[in-house]
């Protein structure tokens, strides 16, 4: 099993709809997530962290975490064109600090 | 504040070549990470470092070295490139604790 596991995209969503990106993880000991978005031949950057336990909003995007499941998602509420990118899933597994990230879903939101 | 400042961000090798991708960041972060990215897949840990002077493997370690002698850099060392290593690569480093990595810009390899 994949350490951490994306689902499979690419993912096509018309404008003004919910996104919904989702990230499962193999090391029960984890204890903190991150969802990261890249633009085509950019590097990553930091969209939302989530370290407990149920929903954590910021503006458009909320992230949702179950450690019982070892899942964690990312919904994107009014997805707009320019929310067209690749996002990444990164789990920090406990006690080693190693970062590891899943493949990626490719979300294209069409006007 | 640079951040994480990566070269060079192009590069082409010959197979056989070797080369040194250097990394640095001017933030005091604790922890530094080394990934690569092939075209539509997501990041691949190579190496990381917890600290100076220590280091530990990742998921793709092999045909890489790494060191690092001062906080603040974290050079890795490509020995032997084959076409398989051609990749973007990308470095990050984060505080200790719960804390987002930030990365660099990238290096854009290409072994011919």
């Known amino acids: 099993q994949k350490e951490v596991e994306q689902n499979s995209g690419p993912l096509s969503v018309p404008e003004g709809a919910i996104a919904s990106l989702n990230c499962t993880y193999s090391d029960r000991v984890s204890q903190s997530f991150f969802w990261y978005r890249q633009y085509s031949g950019k590097s990553p950057e930091l969209i939302m962290s989530i370290y407990s336990n149920g929903d954590k909003e910021d503006g458009r995007f909320t992230a949702q975490l179950n450690k019982a499941s070892q899942y964690v998602s990312l919904l994107i509420r009014d997805s707009q064109p320019s929310d067209s990118a690749t996002y990444l899933c990164a789990v920090l597994q406990g006690g080693s600090e190693k970062l590891v990230f899943g493949k990626g879903t490719k979300l294209t939101v069409n006007p | 504040n640079a951040g994480v400042t990566q070269t060079p961000k192009f590069r082409i090798l010959k197979i056989g070549q070797s080369m040194t991708l250097q990394c640095a960041q001017d933030m005091n972060h604790n922890y530094m990470y080394w990934y690569r990215q092939d075209p539509g897949m997501g990041l691949k840990l190579i190496y990381y470092?917890?600290?100076?002077?220590?280091?530990d493997k990742g998921e793709v370690p092999n045909g890489y070295n790494v060191s690092r002698s001062t906080t603040e850099d974290f050079p890795l060392r490509l020995e032997l490139a084959a076409p398989s290593q051609t990749s973007v690569y990308f470095c990050?480093?984060?505080?200790?604790?719960?804390?987002?990595?930030?990365f660099g810009q990238g290096t854009r390899l290409t072994v011919v």
């Open positions: 990050a480093s984060r505080f200790r604790g719960i804390t987002e990595a930030f």
């Open positions: 470092s917890v600290g100076a002077g220590i280091t």
